[in-house]
């Protein structure tokens, strides 16, 4: 399995067009601290890519790495559809960017499905411009959460996904309750019988989520957030990190000292421009080193 880090950063990204914080502010002065909105493109056996999100920044995030680049024909396309892990603006608003191809599958979990496209509108907006298909992440008894079988079409990957958040998006605040507004995906390569595990977004370590990262070959995680007082400390919220949804890295509701003990490769994503992380100088990058754990970077390349 081939995976291309597209982005790292949380809402906003790093700089945020208007915050002036050090962690934006040291972007803007050091472009190589640049970080875009978290995502990653995963190539299947047939050699078309999957976005994993798809962000504000998708048309730069493209260009930016030739292996989604269009051709030999003129209007031909390597990216075949869209995996969402939730509905949040920030990893759905790059959909509309992809309304010139001639057809779009994307995959979601049902409360992320009816939020997208019933409260954004998206089949209607798009309707006219491409074939958009929806296939849903469906329950199945106490399984994970699976894709119906034989999709993302001939791609050689089984996706699967296991409930981490019931966390709405604002614009989605009044609908109704679901554990699978958010989710971790599991990206199973049954040729390598490598497994990726995806969650930008954690509110909780769950016993099936640990499951699922004890089994995985490599584990990409929330990286929102240093250690639990991050966002009142910085000012941008009231809230602490779980309370905005958000497991800390570190601290004794940190994610770190969990995933150091697995197997896995291990990485962080999903940076908020508030986290230290975002300064490469910072020294809580010799803790998690110390851990065996990994800060991805925009532009990584990671095969399994
Ligand atoms: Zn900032």
Request: with cysteine; charged share 20%.
């Amino acid at each position: 399995m081939l995976l291309q880090v597209l982005g790292t950063a949380a809402g906003g990204g790093v700089p945020q067009w208007n915050c002036a914080c050090p962690g934006c502010s040291g972007a803007r002065a050091h472009p190589g601290r640049r970080r875009r909105h978290a995502s990653l493109a995963v190539r299947a056996d047939d050699g078309r890519w999957y976005l994993v999100n798809a962000t504000p920044d998708l048309g730069d995030q493209i260009e930016a790495h030739p292996v989604l680049h269009p051709g030999p024909r003129p209007r031909q396309t390597p990216i075949a559809g869209v995996v969402l892990t939730d509905a949040e603006l920030d990893h759905t608003l790059g959909i509309w960017r992809l309304r010139e191809a001639d057809t779009l599958e994307v995959l979601a979990t049902a409360p992320v499905r009816r939020a997208v496209d019933g409260r954004l509108n998206l089949g209607a907006v798009l309707g006219p411009y491409t074939t958009l298909t929806w296939r849903e992440l469906e329950r199945r008894g106490d399984q994970p959460l699976s894709a119906p079988a034989g999709t993302p079409a001939g791609a050689g990957l089984r996706i699967s996904a296991v409930p981490v958040s019931g966390k709405r998006p604002r614009y989605a605040a009044d609908a109704p309750e679901d554990d699978a507004w958010a989710v971790a995906l599991r990206l199973y390569e049954p040729a390598t019988g490598r497994t990726l595990l995806y969650a930008p977004a954690v509110a909780a370590w769950s016993d099936a989520l640990h499951r699922a990262a004890a089994e995985a070959d490599c584990v990409i995680v929330d990286g929102t957030f240093w250690d639990e007082e991050e966002p009142r400390r910085t000012g941008i919220s009231s809230r602490t990190a779980t309370g905005m949804g958000h497991l800390p890295v570190d601290g004794p509701e940190g994610t770190a000292g969990i995933l150091a003990t697995l197997s896995a490769r291990c990485l962080y994503t999903h940076l908020n421009n508030t986290n230290p992380l975002v300064d490469p100088a910072a020294p809580q990058h010799k803790r998690l080193a110390r851990l065996g754990l990994e800060v991805a970077d925009d532009g990584m390349v990671i095969e399994l």
